[in-house]
């Protein structure tokens, strides 16, 4: 049972993790920018933050179901701020001022996965798929996985930025990258709300 249940937690943080998302979307900009070496910060405030809503998520993870209310709340206050990152970046012109809106470095990252809805929804489902061994072994279970998968999938998606560096040089790309990725972004602010 707990050897199903782990490689099923590793098959959703997978494809969560290696999905188009707020996180990724981040990473692939700032190593576009600066190389893998300036997206390292986004990776660590990304992973400890997950690690740190894991464990919040823990904590409140069987009372969370019956707060309907706080989870709509983090939904939509997540949703909506998703929106605006999309709508800053799917007006930017190429510049430097869309990158701006978006959060940066281990501080900004690691807050952010607490208004990112994906990482909720992802350490909530966990937790209350996980067996039920209590809070510690659970926690000791889990938290492997989640310093693991999320840095393997980021360190890809940090790649693909770095990749994309030389092109990303002429503006006109540019905007058409940063119209893209906006629109990602109030996608997934959109599907969050369904």
């Known amino acids: 049972m707990l050897l199903s249940a782990l490689i099923a937690a590793s098959g959703l943080l997978l494809v969560a993790t290696l999905s188009p998302g707020p996180n990724n979307l981040v990473v692939l900009r700032t190593a576009a920018q600066g190389g893998i070496a300036?997206?390292?910060?986004?990776?660590?405030?990304?992973?400890?933050?997950?690690?740190?809503?894991?464990?919040?998520?823990?904590?409140?993870?069987a009372s969370a179901s019956a707060w309907p209310l706080a989870r709509t709340f983090i939904a939509v206050a997540g949703a909506l701020y998703l929106g605006w990152l999309g709508l800053r970046l799917l007006h930017a012109r190429g510049d430097e001022h869309a990158s701006a809106a978006l959060p940066a470095g281990i501080t900004g990252l690691f807050c952010f996965q607490f208004l990112n809805p994906k990482s909720w929804v992802m350490a909530l489902s966990l937790v209350a798929a996980f067996p039920p061994l209590g809070m510690v072994q659970t926690l000791a279970w889990l938290i492997p996985l989640f310093l693991l998968i999320p840095t393997a999938s980021l360190l890809l998606w940090a790649l693909l930025g770095q990749q994309l560096a030389t092109h990303l040089r002429n503006p006109g790309?540019?905007?058409?990258?940063?119209?893209?990725?906006?629109?990602?972004?109030?996608?997934?602010?959109?599907l969050l709300l369904l």
Not at 53 to 59: C, D, H, I, M, R
């Open 38 to 61: 300036a997206a390292w910060p986004s990776i660590l405030g990304i992973v400890l933050g997950g690690v740190t809503l894991l464990g919040v998520a823990t904590t409140v993870g």
């Open 173 to 190: 790309l540019r905007r058409r990258v940063d119209r893209i990725m906006g629109l990602a972004l109030l996608a997934s602010a959109c």
